[in-house]
C-alpha cells in the first residue's frame, strides 16, 4: 500500500495526519529557519533545575524518596508517550473526553509544556523530518535537537493550525496555556509524602531525568542505531532508547508507519507504551488501537550503513 493510499484511507477515517517529508533542500544549515537565538535569561530556570538534585546531599535521600523517583519517571514517560506522542501528536487511538484530559494532565506534570504545543510542534518534525524546516533535526547539531531547540523564542508558541482537531476542546487549550499547574502540583504532592526529599529526588530528580530521557529520541534516535526501513530521513531503531523510554527507541518504524499505536512491531522489540495501551484498552478506556499493516512490517529489511 503507498503512503498516499494510507494517509487518504487515514483521512477518511477522519485523522489527521503527516504529510509525506518535503525533499531534502537544505546544503547550508546556516540558512534554516531563521530567526532561531536561545533566549539565555529565560533558559536559567531550566538550567538551574538540573542542579537541584544536589541539594539531596543536604536533605539526605530516603527510600521513600527513591520509590517516588521511579514510579513518577515510569508513570509520567508513559503519559508522554502514550498521551502526548501516540494520541496527541498521531491519534493512533480513541479515547473520550474525560479520559482525554486526565491523559493530558498527568503529561503536562512531566514538564515538557502542554500537550497542544508538545504535538503541534511533533505533528511539523514528521512533516518535514530532516529537511529544512525540521525544527529538531540533528543535521544541524547535536545538542540543538536535544534540547537548544526548546530553548528557543521562536517555538515557545503553539502552533495551533497544526492542532485543531484539538483546539476545539477548551479544557485542552486551558491545560496548554497553563501548563505550570500539573507540575507544581506534583512538586507539592512529591514533598508532603516525602519530604524535602521526596521534592528533590521524588520530584526534581525523575523530571530532570524524564526530560533528557524523551530528548533522546529527537537526537540519538537520528543518530544512532539500525535503519530497517528507507525512510526519506535519518530515523534509527535503537533497543537501548527504548528500554529509557517505554517502547519510543523504535524510531525508525515510526516514522514508516507513525499511524500506528504501536512502535516495536516486533514481538521481541520492546515497547512497555503499547503494553500499558492494551491494559486501558482492555478495561474499555482506550478505544481502537490502530495496528501495524502486515505489508509494512514485511517491508523492514536490514540497511547497508548511510541509507
Ligand atoms: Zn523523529
Ligand atoms: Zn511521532
Known sequence: MSATIEQGAARSRGVVLADPPAPIAASDPSQWAPNEHINRRSSIPFILLHFLPLL???????WRAVALCVALYVVRMIAITGGYHRYFSHRTYRLKRVPQFVL??????????GPLWWAAHHRAHHKFSDTERDIH????????????????????????????????YPELVWLDKHDWVAPWALGFACFFIAGW???????FLSTVLLWHGTFTINSIAHVWGRRVYETSDTSRNNALLAVITGGEGWHNNHHRYPWSARQGFRWWQVDVTYYVLRVFAWLGVVHDLRPVPAEVRAEARRLPPGV
Open 56 to 62: 539531596a546531599f543536604v536533605t539526605g535521600v530516603t
Open 104 to 113: 493530558a494532565f498527568v503529561g503536562t506534570s512531566a514538564a515538557q509544556k
Open 137 to 168: 533535526s540533528p543535521k544541524r547539531g547535536f545538542w540543538w535537537s536535544h534540547v537548544g531547540w526548546i530553548l528557543c523564542d521562536k517555538y515557545n508558541k503553539t502552533d495551533s493550525d497544526a492542532i485543531k482537531d484539538f483546539t476545539k
Open 197 to 203: 526529599s521526596g521534592l528533590i529526588i521524588g520530584f
